[in-house]
């Protein structure tokens, strides 16, 4: 009989591999650290339960941020939708809501992100192809028709231009009589990311932090239910990032926002209950819900020891969390049922308030009807049948989950000292250091699908001869058409003297500390264009250039 | 004699989409396999993309776009190459392309459509075999 790891790995395990060796010469994270072949006692010996863990609703928040998690609800199931006009994405979210979806998310067309009109020359194209084209309140109104915006909450992908359609969403909940100190949601409001991975940025980034901070400032006292941000790491995690790169390229974020708005004189603990985050979830199960958990604490810890927090609120880390749609494969696209599942189930296991699974067509084009509701009834399965949400955070005091989960949190620290040696999150991004440790996981990635020290299951191994796709989504090309015309149709009907005086106020304060949000309400409310402001506003600030990194 | 200069190849994001995972990794693979190559980043106009063949003098074209709008802008894309006199290239493509659109893209001038889940070193020996040689 062994009597601690090193004595069972001496012997008895080094006795069993000598005779039949390990399927792979060495077993990793993410990040490629070597994970041992069982964790025990000694794993932890350091470690202290009430430091490390407490109860949930109480710092450091590791075992969850509410004091019932999934017993009081469960999590918000949240699909990331939206597509064409507003007119049928409306259609989409009346059908999810109907199958028994609990929050709205809202994606927008590459277009409507980069700040152009559906009829301007650079949306050709791409109009209402990744999302729903808006353009001006009318499709603000449209895209919310029949949808209490009182008692559903949004969630709305959208970062360079988040304080026009947040103006646009505050309107239309205003023409529905709302009271704005019930209206709920999060936009993502998060550029720095965009500048790093994904892609959709407009301006330099001091006016870009100061849109934001001006969105944290209004919200404060004119719609105190509101997610003012949603940082983010899913995207660099899609770019190829490891776990422990997400969590530290996003708190560095983080870190960027809270300093943008403390010089702005905001205080942390009056905007810091209102900061949201977004995670992806990959396919290591266990990692993953390490991943989870570790955020939590790394959070608690800026809040209360960087920043001085003393409101809990301000110090938990709330998140939404995406399946990974770069783990998704064009190969054999049923697999991507499983994988979803599996990713939700870490989700779940790690904590998250809300949810999107993925659905299994996404390799190919935009998911279907048929597609999307088993995405959200995998989430159903998990929540009322699978029992995984009926205790909280069960996987707590696994010896491996909780090694790793300190793991996790120690490389995060590390890249996000590193980050600060460089100055930030900003100037890491202006040398290229994000983006060239993104490329750098994700070619390591790449080459070990190559080698098949990865294996993937349809691509690399275990491929099959396959007909056709299954029934795809199609976005009509005949869309671009109609929007240009309604939207000439729009122009021709507004009071345009009102649009200009409202341009002509956004112009006057691009330049000055002025907040922006009453402005752009102002501007929207007279049926202006999110082109139109934009317009107006590359005119005065430019544009953000590209750093390129290969 | 045969020509032994490194083939020069452009990889291009046309469109508003910043996906830009594949075209990166499929840059460095190129390059890593000894061509030279030139990436122009995202968010490019069929202009800026043929303007970047024309100038830096490529035999290969590459474009990556994930938003759907590829049956749109490879047509431009190739328009524009053409109205600078650039016909002479190899033209593929990468992303998100519903196979059902190949015939199409292929009818337009291109050589290879890569999905998702491709092994580099297949579009290394692709690049290798048709890309033209160098006058």
């Known amino acids: ?550 | 004699m045969a020509d032994e200069r490194p083939i020069r190849v452009l990889i291009a994001k046309p469109g508003l989409d910043g996906h830009d995972r594949g075209a990166k990794v499929v840059a460095r693979a190129l390059r890593d396999a000894g061509m030279e190559v030139i990436y122009t980043g995202i968010r490019q106009t069929p202009q800026m993309i043929a303007e970047a063949a024309l100038q830096e003098d490529v035999q290969v074209v590459g474009l990556s776009i994930l938003s759907g709008a590829h049956l749109e802008l490879f047509p431009r894309v190739v328009e524009e190459l053409k109205s600078r006199g650039v016909d002479d290239v190899l033209l593929f493509a990468g992303g998100i392309i519903p196979k059902d659109d190949i015939t199409a893209i292929e009818a337009m001038g291109f050589k290879g459509v890569f999905g998702p889940g491709t092994d580099t070193n297949d579009i290394i020996s692709f690049v290798k075999s048709n890309a033209p040689q160098r006058v």
């Open chain 1, 1 to 550: 009989m062994s009597n601690s790891k090193q004595d069972w790995l001496d012997g008895t395990w080094a006795k069993a591999t000598g005779r039949n060796p390990q399927r792979r010469p060495r077993f990793e994270s993410s990040s490629g650290a070597e994970v041992d072949p069982i964790y025990g006692p000694e794993d932890l010996a350091e470690w202290n339960y009430h430091e490390k863990l407490g109860y949930p609703g109480e710092f450091p928040f590791t075992r969850g941020v509410q004091p019932t998690m999934y017993r009081g609800r469960l999590w918000t199931m949240r699909q990331y939708a939206g597509f064409a006009d507003a007119e049928e994405s409306n259609r989409r979210y009346k059908f999810l809501l109907a199958q028994g979806q609990t929050g709205l998310s809202v994606a927008f067309d590459l277009p409507t992100q980069i700040g152009y009109d559906s009829d301007s020359p650079e949306a050709e194209g791409e109009v209402g192809k990744v999302g729903v084209a808006i353009s001006s309140l009318a499709d603000m109104e449209t895209l919310t028709d029949g949808i209490p915006l009182e008692k559903i909450t949004t969630s709305m992908t959208i970062n360079a231009t988040a304080p026009i359609l947040l103006a646009l969403y505050v309107a239309a909940a205003k023409k529905q009589g709302a009271d704005l100190a019930k209206i709920g949601g999060t936009i993502q409001n998060d550029i720095l990311k965009e500048y790093i991975a994904r892609g959709t940025y407009i301006f330099p980034p001091r006016p870009s932090l100061r849109l934001i901070t001006d969105v944290f400032a209004w919200c404060k006292d004119s719609l105190p239910e509101w997610n003012t941000i949603s940082i983010s790491g899913y995207h660099m995690r899609e770019a190829g990032c490891t776990a422990a790169q997400e969590l530290a390229f996003t708190f560095a974020d983080a870190i960027e926002y809270v300093d943008a708005a403390l010089n702005a004189g905001l205080q942390f603990d009056e905007f810091g209950g209102r900061l949201a985050f977004f995670w992806a979830c990959h396919s290591n199960f266990l990692e993953e819900i390490a991943k989870f958990r570790a955020s939590r604490r790394i959070w608690a810890k800026i809040a209360t020891e960087r920043y001085g927090s003393k409101d809990p609120r301000a110090q938990m880390l709330r998140f939404h969390t995406q399946t990974g749609g770069a783990t998704l494969t064009a190969q054999q696209p049923l697999n991507n049922i499983i994988r979803t599942t599996l990713q939700a189930m870490s989700a779940v296991l790690g904590g998250t308030q809300s949810l999107h699974t993925n659905s299994y067509d996404e390799a190919l084009a935009l998911p279907t009807e048929k597609s999307v509701e088993v995405a959200l009834r995998t989430q159903q399965i998990i929540g009322y049948e699978s029992g995984a949400a009926d205790v909280i955070d069960p996987l707590a005091g696994s010896y491996y989950i909780e090694a790793l989960t300190d793991r996790v949190e120690a490389e995060a620290w590390a890249y996000l000292s590193r980050i600060e040696d460089l100055g930030g999150a900003l100037q890491g991004i202006e040398q290229g250091f994000q983006q060239r440790e993104i490329q750098e996981s994700a070619f390591r990635l790449q080459r070990m699908a190559e080698t098949k020290e990865r294996i993937v299951v349809g691509v690399n191994d275990y491929v099959t001869e396959e007909e056709i796709d299954p029934d795809l989504m199609r976005v009509d090309t005949a869309l671009g058409k109609r929007r240009q015309q309604s939207l000439a149709d729009l122009r021709a009907k507004r009071d345009n003297q009102a649009v200009q005086a409202a341009l002509k106020k956004i112009r006057a304060a691009a330049g000055t500390n002025e907040n922006m949000m009453p402005l752009l309400i102002e501007a929207v409310e007279a049926y202006t264009t999110v082109g139109e402001i934009c317009g107006v506003l590359r005119e005065e600030w430019g544009e953000y250039r590209e750093v390129m990194t290969i």
